[in-house]
Antibody, heavy 119, light 108 residues
Framework: EVQLVQSGAEVKKPGESLKISCKGS????????IGWVRQKPGKGLEWMGI????????RYSPSFQGQVTISADRSLSTAYLQWSSLKASDTAIYYC????????????WGQGTLVTVSS | DIQMTQSPSSLSASVGDRVTITCRAN??????LNWYQQKPGKAPKVLIH???SLQGGVPSRFSGSGYGTDFTLTISSLQPEDSATYYC??????????FGQGTKLEVK
């Protein structure tokens, strides 16, 4: 089965670091871009950035440049999203998603990872 | 950045109604426009890609149209299970996608 499986929910304190993951299976992981989408509580979807696991080419949305780091481990078929110093405003659900084809359709999504940052 | 604006932000309609949601881009994006449905607690699911192509497995009551800057998602005969939030997404800007703010649809 083609799927993206994300790591579990996290509860962190402000200033702590965090790395969440997204594991692809059922397809050639290195041949497809993987993007990250933020959804704050009760709010809409925000595009954060995207990585090509084949060569680790990363593109960040301007709003998220410098705020997070996107990486991938080809050997584990896993993409990552990490923070070095979390803020309360990072509280959100984070989805990974795979665009298919040249029209950028996000046809495959992970189940989401809830990150809660609270003192 | 390409900005996407959806309207309305929310609406309520009855079973069997025809419903239209609009999405406007501040830049011409040809047909690089996709529509997603998101139900509470779930990841978004693609309904329409390339402005008007129905994704496999999506009921035919969903349709999309538009070109350039103005796009619409239409549900021809609303069903109870269509209660959800709907998002448009532009993919014209390669790998730098943006979403509309969402339209919350309640089925009475």
């Amino acid at each position: 089965e083609v799927q993206l499986v994300q790591s579990g929910a996290e509860v962190k304190k402000p200033g702590e670091s965090l790395k969440i993951s997204c594991k692809g299976s059922g397809y050639s992981f290195t041949n497809y871009w993987i993007g990250w989408v933020r959804q704050k509580p009760g709010k809409g979807l925000e595009w954060m950035g995207i990585i090509y696991p084949g060569d680790s080419d990363v593109r960040y949305s301007p709003s998220f440049q410098g705020q997070v780091t996107i990486s991938a481990d080809r050997s584990l078929s896993t993409a990552y999203l990490q923070w070095s110093s979390l803020k309360a405003s990072d509280t959100a659900i984070y989805y990974c998603a795979r665009p298919i084809g040249s029209d950028g359709t996000l046809d495959l999504w992970g189940q989401g990872t809830l990150v809660t940052v609270s003192s | 950045d390409i900005q996407m604006t959806q309207s309305p932000s929310s609406l309520s309609a009855s079973v069997g109604d025809r419903v239209t949601i609009t999405c406007r881009a501040n830049y011409r994006i040809d047909t690089y426009l996709n529509w997603y449905q998101q139900k509470p607690g779930k990841a978004p699911k693609v309904l329409i890609h390339a402005a008007s192509s129905l994704q496999g497995g999506v009921p035919s009551r969903f349709s999309g149209s538009g070109y350039g800057t103005d796009f619409t998602l239409t549900i021809s005969s609303l069903q109870p299970e269509d209660s959800a939030t709907y998002y448009c997404q532009q993919s014209y800007s390669t790998l730098m996608y943006t979403f509309g703010q969402g339209t919350k649809l309640e089925v009475k």
